[in-house]
């Protein structure tokens, strides 16, 4: 069956710090993978997608995600984070006809 | 252009009562998804259509929940009669077309903010 794990319910870094969000799948054929972002009272917005080729993928607000099959995961990351970076981050793996699974998601917040 | 909208924006009722959220999705998109939202969790989809036919509804307690997207546009979930349990955020999305593979760009989908509903 198809599921999002994402290990961590809430963390906080410092302004100015790195920032590695954690996500592990598990699909029984090729993984189509997502991040996204919900700001409080807003709906979901897309950072990135993976659907197959360079497994490192760019997305936007200066976010990447590296797809690891041996290791099912699909991390996010970015280098300096900024206060406005602080919201609620979702991971997903996309199945048959467009169906989204979502992992439970991880809360940031930023220290100033 | 303009995104997928959603109203109202909050509701809130007493349980055993019925309420409506309506979804507009963006211009074009064939695809409509409802998900639910419960606090602490991530979205779990409710129905999906096609145009104005039913994908999945798999996951739709069709006993008190049920969604109509008649003129294949517009949507609307209702919930008769409400429980406690349903307190949550109902998400609306769409997208393009449907399915993966090599036009699956297109396929990404676009959520509304939402409709957070309370039951008490």
């Known amino acids: 069956a198809q599921s999002v794990t994402q290990p961590d319910i809430h963390i906080t870094v410092s302004e100015g710090a790195s920032l590695e969000l954690r996500c592990n799948y598990s699909?029984?054929?090729?993984?189509?993978l997502f991040w996204y972002v919900q700001s409080p009272g807003q709906g979901l917005q897309l950072l990135l997608k993976?659907?197959?080729?360079?497994?490192l993928v760019q997305g936007i607000k200066g976010f990447e995600a590296e797809f690891k099959r041996s290791q099912s995961s699909f991390n996010l990351r970015k280098p300096s984070v900024h206060w406005s970076d602080a919201a609620e981050y979702f991971c997903a793996v996309g199945a048959s006809f467009n169906k989204f699974y979502f992992g439970s998601g991880t809360k940031l917040n930023v220290k100033p | 252009e303009a995104g997928v909208a959603q109203s109202p924006r909050y509701k809130i009722i007493e349980k055993r009562q019925s309420v409506a959220f309506w979804c507009n999705p963006i211009s074009g998109h064939a695809t409509l998804y409802w998900y639910q939202q419960i606090l602490g969790q991530g979205p779990k989809l409710l129905i999906q259509f096609q145009n104005n036919g039913v994908v999945d509804d798999s996951q739709l307690p069709k006993d008190r929940f049920s969604a109509e997207r008649l003129k294949g546009v517009d949507s609307t979930l209702k919930i008769q009669p409400a429980k406690l349990e349903d307190s949550a955020v109902y998400l609306c999305a769409s997208s393009l077309g449907i399915g993966w593979g090599a036009g699956a760009y297109n396929n990404e989908q676009f959520f509304g903010p939402g409709t957070r509903l309370t039951v008490l």
């Open positions: 699909y029984g054929a090729t993984p189509y």
């Open positions: 993976y659907f197959s080729g360079d497994t």
